[in-house]
């Protein structure tokens, strides 16, 4: 079955290390999303994907990048992590372009990260 | 973007029927209303979508308002796996946006 999947789930990092979190999808999906879930804030977008080589800020980019080198992969790197990055990530993928035609997001399982 | 309104937080009986309520007063003639859940430490799953006609799947109905103002998830029959936050969403341009959602509490 057609799945997404995050890597790793959990972590623990200093403050000042570059992290990445993989994400993966066998959807072949050409959309592309990182969330951060915190207490108070809910599911805030990072960064999107509308396909290969496209990367576009959401609405909480700063201290992150994504990059798409082919459709299955969007890894989220944090360049020099920090306290306040802390937080529950997840990865979605969803099939086309315009939301409004009603498609589906399909979500990995989280990854949680700790900064310390 | 077209913004969202719903309660913070609900309480229902298990084996009842409960009614989750969404206002998007500004939709725009072309959004689709998603629903999506969050169970406890997992990722956010679909429910639901309708564009102006009422809908039904195998976990929930959709109701819609003919002004399509605001939306009603229906679950016929909660239980105790459906306690959850509820997100109703308005779907742009793929990049969906989350509010707080609905957080339902299944009483048994």
């Known amino acids: 079955d057609a799945e997404i999947t995050q890597s790793p789930r959990h972590k623990i990092t200093e403050t000042g290390r570059q992290v990445t979190l993989a994400c993966h999808q066998t959807w072949n999906h050409n959309n592309m999303f990182w969330y951060r879930q915190d207490l108070g804030h809910g599911l805030r977008l990072i960064h999107y994907s509308y396909g290969v080589h496209d990367t576009n800020k959401g609405e909480v980019s700063d201290g992150y990048s994504v990059s798409r080198s082919n459709t299955e992969d969007l890894p989220l790197t944090l360049e020099s992590a920090a306290s306040s990055q802390t937080s529950v990530y997840f990865c979605a993928s969803s099939e086309s372009k315009s939301g409004q035609r009603g498609n589906t997001i399909y979500f990995g399982e989280g990854s949680w990260l700790t900064v310390v | 973007d077209a913004k969202t309104t719903q309660p913070n937080s609900m309480e229902s009986n298990e084996e009842e029927p409960v009614h989750l309520p969404c206002n998007h007063s500004t939709i725009s003639g072309t959004d689709y209303i998603h629903w999506y859940r969050q169970l406890p430490s997992q990722g956010p799953e679909y429910v639901i979508h309708?564009?102006?006609s009422n809908v039904n799947n195998r976990m929930a109905s959709l109701a819609i308002a003919e002004d399509r103002k605001s939306s009603t998830l229906i679950l016929h029959r909660a239980t105790l796996r459906d306690a959850a936050v509820y997100y109703c969403?308005?779907?742009?341009?793929?990049?969906?946006?989350f509010g707080k959602g609905t957080r339902l509490h299944i009483l048994p």
């Open positions: 969403i308005l779907g742009i341009d793929d990049k969906i946006i």
């Open positions: 309708g564009l102006t």
